[in-house]
Each structure stands twice: as C-alpha cells, then as structure tokens.
C-alpha cells in the first residue's frame, strides 16, 4: 500500500489577463500546500477564460511554449513550497502546432514532463479542433515525490489511455480535468470547489480528481 497523500484541486474564475491569472493561481497554490496538499493541480487551460466557445484567429496569441513564462513561474513556486504542479495552458509546440497541455512539475522544480490532451471535442461552443492538434502520446503514470498518477484532460478520460495508465498500478491517483461532462458524470466524479482532498490509495482502488475549465 501506498503512503497517505494528499491533492489540491483549485477551481476558480478567470479574468481577460494572462498576468492577473498567474498571480490569483500562485496565491490559491500557496494556501493549498499550507493546508496539507503535496499534489496540487490547476483548473484545464487555467490561466485564461474559456476560449473555445467560438473560432477567433487572436486568441493564437494566448498559446505559450514548455517551458515558458507561466511554467517558469511555477516551477519556482514547486521549488519553493516543496510541492508537485500540474499546470495546464494552451501550447504552442511549434510553428502551427498547438496543443491543449498540462505541464507537470515535481517538488525540486524540476520539469517531469508534458500530457497533452488527444481526444479533441468539437461541438456548439466547444469548438476545440479549431485551437487544438491532438496529443502525440498516451499517457503513462508520473512518479514523483509524493506518489503515483496519471494526468487526463475531459474527454479523454472515455478513451482507451486511462484504462491502459490504470492497468499499469491500479492504487495510482488520476488527476483529471473536465470541462463539459453530463451530470452524471460530473456527481460521481468531481471534486468540492477549492477543496484538498485525503486521499488513501489501497491495491484495488484508483482515485479520481477533478478540475474544470473557467467559462468566459
């Protein structure tokens, strides 16, 4: 069995400045790990309203590279407070190549690697195919300091990426993101507003954590 840890799930609202956004994150990131958390992860695509609502060529620009501005600011801050991140942002990989992504940031700072999102929804006011190019890898489960788990992002959580990531170590933790999801789904799932949640993970369970987008 593994060791008791615990997660940060930060919900919050989001505001028409990149900067702005950065900072009320830092500051939700601060109190989490004062209140025990060791996991901490942002809300999909945290540090700008929800975009995709509509195709507008301008909002290319809010795309940022990994490492980057946004990243080099939380890896400072995991440094600093002793804490894994799990930061998500809209990416530019390269020239024409822009991916709906989570960085992940272990305790020392360091950068353990990149989840990009491969199941792109494209519907009435989710018109994600127009931002985003599919992710080039499954996921796989992340070690860090405290544990185990894998990163899912909304719609990928129906593919075949978290049965195979589960299979690998079924006490892992899945740290999953969701922006539209039904009800049901959303009642068995997510987790309470700004909430750390205990979490004590036993050979037959896989835990869930979930995060949503910030609606423009």
Excluded: W
């Amino acid at each position: 069995m593994s060791a008791p840890f615990t997660v940060g799930i930060i919900q919050d609202d989001a505001v028409d400045d990149t900067a702005k956004n950065v900072e009320a994150a830092v500051g939700r990131i601060r109190e989490a790990a004062s209140r025990g958390a060791q996991i901490i992860c942002l809300k999909e695509l945290f540090n700008a309203p929800y975009f995709c609502k509509s195709q507008q060529c301008e909002r290319f620009d809010l795309a940022e590279t990994i490492p980057g501005p946004t990243t080099d600011v939380m890896q400072k801050i995991a440094k600093e407070l002793g804490v894994v991140l799990i930061v998500p942002i809209f990416e530019k990989q390269a020239r024409g190549v822009y991916r709906n992504s989570a960085a992940i940031i272990d305790a020392d700072g360091s950068m353990l690697g990149v989840y990009r999102k491969m199941h792109i929804p494209d519907d009435p006011l989710f018109n994600e195919k127009y931002y985003f190019t599919p992710g080039d890898a499954h996921q796989d489960e992340r070690g860090t300091t405290p544990s185990s788990f894998a990163i899912f992002c909304m719609t990928s959580v129906v593919g075949p990426g978290i049965g195979s990531a589960r299979s690998k170590r079924s006490h892992c933790c899945d740290l999953q993101k969701y922006g539209a999801l039904n009800s049901s789904l959303r009642q068995m799932i997510c987790a309470p507003r700004e909430a750390a949640s205990r979490m004590r993970p036993t050979a037959a369970s896989t835990f869930l954590a979930a995060s949503s987008t910030a609606s423009s």
